[in-house]
């Protein structure tokens, strides 16, 4: 069983009567929907099914060879590698979605695509490994967990055993040796890159918990029972934000021959067992546990004696404990609070005697609790952060002309030519930088204003005659009168007052006493007509 990131469970399954049938099914709407597939090979112990991130579904069986299977442009698709012989696949999906295969073959090996061919590496040559798990980390790096049942030298040991990547080379560890341990192993990685195993000892008739801190394992019984001979067949695990664990089983009852499928957690931080459902001899074979996005668990397992895929989901559940069970609750790994209205994964409010200080998950409440698009507002504006162009700027939060001034602030919101009109009279006092007035988008266009703090409303001047053209100028080289008279007088009286000085000068200067003229005429002839 897979979880698609909508929550759609996806369930991968064979039929009893021939493995040669593959049976996928999901479930839509409430209701199931399944397809057949002929032919793709053996999936008997495997934990095989994966969703990548376009929700599309891997698994990986066996025949001749061990067969990749995946879902693309609504057409199955299969990529083959390896001998005859190989058994127990698991596989893992990295984010780009590569495929990352464990498998038993003449040893344990494992493969991955690296988008162009089949890497395959040889870890080990050990015999016959009953189980695979494989589980990858923040690097991509593999982690195997296996049980191994007779070694090179045929010697039985039923260990569970670990192998991983370093970067550079394989390690390989003997986790747990107690007697016969280390059947139907799973693996999970936590936050921190450390593994987690749990796995079956047959001997003790017990589910076990393994996890890895530094360089020490540590190791915890989860689920005992003498009388129940077969406790913790068919194990499955998963694991939730906060790191806690969660396993399924199935538990053979030889008292009363029933089995039952049983689910535990460590939410408390004790193990808590449940009884999930129960029935006859083969009741709850392959269980399967996953979580979903809210951390709803969901289990799926084998009904014998109907020979039926059974599938079940708690939801009564409160993982964070903040009194609100996890079907209701938006945050059920946070106990700080629970409910999202807009569902942007911002809190409405904090629960009741919380803060952001005792949120597990960094939240932050949602400053539009109504509002899926927004959820900041850093200036406290009353504009969210995403819509506002000056998120910092509470006196701003919008720029319709997108020339990086504020509209409150810019005297031509609409003109990306400019902002600033001092005197307040439609005209700007200058151009924004890069800007020109081929630039402005108002009509008609924009004029640099050549008074912009002339309160008299003065903007240009046609003439350059350093007069604003508003003050009455004729548009001449003048400065009053509206058609040029006043001026045109004083010229006409200037030239006239230096004509008749210029005369005076002139003319002054050749006449004579009146006495000197009467001398003159004595000496003159008189001349009869």
């Known amino acids: 069983m897979a979880i698609d990131k909508n929550d759609i469970v996806n369930v991968i399954c064979q039929g009893n009567d021939s493995y040669d049938d593959t049976y996928y099914m999901k479930k839509l709407d409430g ?39 995946y879902l693309h442009d609504n057409t199955w698709r299969v990529s083959s590698f390896g001998d005859r012989g190989a058994t127990i696949p698991s596989l893992a999906l990295d984010d780009s979605d590569l495929p ?28 016959i490994i009953g189980f695979t798990s494989i589980a990858l980390d923040s690097q991509y790096n593999p982690h195997i967990a296996y049980y191994l049942d007779y070694s090179a030298d045929r010697r039985q040991n039923g260990d569970l055993n670990y192998a991983y990547w370093t970067g550079s080379r394989w390690v390989v560890e003997t986790v747990d040796s107690q007697d016969v341990v280390g059947k139907y192993p799973t693996i999970q990685i936590d936050s921190n890159d450390d593994p987690h195993i749990c796995y079956q000892s047959e001997t003790e008739s017990s589910v076990r918990h393994a996890w890895k801190t530094g360089n020490e394992w540590s190791i915890e019984t989860i689920d005992k029972s003498e009388s129940d001979a077969g406790l913790g067949a068919h194990l499955s695990m998963d694991i939730d934000q906060n790191d806690d664990i969660h396993v399924s089983y199935r538990c053979e009852n030889i008292a009363d021959n029933t089995d039952h499928v049983m689910y535990a957690n460590n939410i408390e931080g004790t193990w808590t067992i449940f009884v999930v459902d129960n029935g006859g001899p083969g009741y709850g ?39 609100m069970l996890n079907d209701e609750d938006t945050f059920p790994n946070d106990p700080s609070a629970s409910q999202d209205t807009d569902n942007d994964g911002y809190p409405d409010s904090w629960n009741d005697g919380k803060s952001q200080d005792d949120s597990t998950t960094g939240l932050t409440l949602d400053a539009f609790p109504d509002d899926p698009e927004e959820w900041d507002d850093t200036d406290s504006d009353g504009v969210g952060d995403n819509s506002d162009v000056f998120p910092e700027d509470s006196e701003e939060w ?25 005197d307040d009279d439609g005209m700007p006092d200058s151009w924004n930088d890069g800007f020109g007035p081929e630039d402005s988008t108002s009509d008609p266009p924009l004029v640099i204003d050549l008074y912009p703090n002339d309160p008299d409303n003065e903007a240009t001047d046609d003439d350059d005659d350093s007069t604003g053209d508003d003050d009455a100028d004729d548009d001449d080289t003048g400065s009053s009168g509206s058609d040029g008279s006043t001026m045109g007088m004083l010229l006409i009286v200037g030239l006239v007052a230096a004509i008749a000085i210029a005369a005076f000068l002139f003319f002054g200067k050749k006449k004579e006493p009146v006495g000197k003229l009467e001398d003159a005429n004595d000496g003159l002839e008189k001349r009869d007509d």
């Open 31 to 69: 209701k199931w929907e399944f397809e057949v597939l002929e032919d793709f090979g053996d999936m008997i112990r495997s934990h095989m099914l994966c969703m990548d991130n376009n929700n599309m579904p891997h698994f990986v069986t066996v025949g001749s060879n061990v067969n990749y299977n």
């Open 100 to 127: 990352h295969i464990a498998y038993f073959e003449k040893g344990l090996k494992y493969a991955h695509w690296d988008g162009y061919n089949w890497i395959i590496n040889a870890i080990t040559d050990d015999f």
């Open 285 to 323: 074979g392959g269980t399967s546990i996953k979580l979903d996005s809210l951390s709803n668990v969901h289990i799926c397992y084998y009904d014998h004696t109907s020979d039926s895929i059974k599938y079940a989901k708690n939801t009564h559940f409160d993982f964070d404990k903040d009194e």
């Open 398 to 422: 919008a720029d319709t002309d997108n020339d990086s001034i504020g509209d409150n602030s810019d005297a031509f919101p609409d003109d990306p030519a400019a902002s600033i009109d001092s």
